[in-house]
């Protein structure tokens, strides 16, 4: 259900960019060199909330009652270097290699009633994306775009051994890929282009480690599949 709307959400965000450009008069263009160079770069900044599909295990939850969710959002951090190919007119090859940072917070409920310690899961990102980027028509020196492609992630803040000293119960996986869809606007400005983006990033795996912690096996058996998704608002500048 959540893919969905944001999908609803990023056409809608798209046709309306279309609908405001095309009411605009006509005014002086600034000088885009950098989009007529085949390739060029730039560096982003940008803010995430990390979130999880959760898929309750169905089985623990008769026996036991206990049903986990992410509870609430934290804002989190991006940066990436960018990398741009531009192979015609309208499409754009990006790569944007970078770090991000961010934390998730999964509460646990019996009957209803909040269970026990919550689970804060701290991600450091090393990612690798590789998006496509077909851009409208430009009017004056706004430029609507949609992006989407996949994004390989590495969580240097994973699969680390329990520790005693906290009361983290759960372990994720290092690794996982994303696929990922967005839309934004290209700001033509007299010395760089700023885009503006916001962009939805999934992930493919299971990244639970299924692997019960000393004393508090309920954490991991309540939890049958843990997928990351991860919303970011970019500022790109070029």
């Known amino acids: 259900m959540k893919q969905k709307t944001v999908s609803i959400i990023l056409f809608i965000i798209f046709l309306l960019n279309n609908l405001i450009l095309s009411g605009q008069k006509q005014k002086p263009k600034n000088t885009s060199w950098y989009d007529d160079k085949l390739l060029h770069f730039g560096f982003s900044l940008g803010f995430n909330t990390m979130d999880f599909n959760i898929t309750p295990s169905q089985k623990y939850l008769q026996i036991n009652s206990i049903y986990p969710e992410v509870s609430k959002l934290n804002p989190g951090i991006n940066i990436q270097?960018?990398?741009?190919?531009?192979?015609?007119?309208?499409?754009?090859?990006?790569?944007?290699?970078?770090?991000?940072?961010?934390?998730?917070?999964?509460?646990?409920?019996?009957?209803?009633?909040?269970?026990?310690?919550?689970?804060?899961?701290?991600?450091?990102?090393?990612?690798?994306?590789?998006?496509?980027?077909?851009?409208?028509?430009?009017?004056?020196?706004v430029r609507p775009y949609v992006v989407g492609g996949f994004n390989f992630r590495y969580d240097l803040a994973g699969k680390k051994e329990f520790d005693d000293s906290k009361a983290i119960y759960l372990r994720i996986k290092r690794p996982d890929l994303y696929y990922e869809l967005g839309a934004g606007l290209d700001f033509y400005l007299v010395y760089f282009k700023l885009s503006i983006e916001l962009k939805m990033s999934n992930g493919l795996g299971n990244v639970l480690i299924k692997q019960e912690a000393p004393g508090h096996p309920e954490y991991a058996d309540a939890i049958e599949k843990l997928k990351s998704q991860i919303?970011?608002?970019a500022f790109h500048f070029e």
């Open 81 to 141: 270097i960018v990398t741009d190919l531009k192979p015609a007119n309208h499409l754009d090859i990006r790569f944007l290699p970078g770090v991000s940072f961010g934390q998730r917070v999964i509460m646990y409920y019996k009957n209803g009633v909040l269970f026990n310690s919550q689970q804060r899961l701290e991600s450091s990102f090393l990612e690798f994306p590789l998006l496509l980027k077909y851009k409208g028509e430009r009017l004056n020196n």
């Open 231 to 233: 919303w970011i608002l």
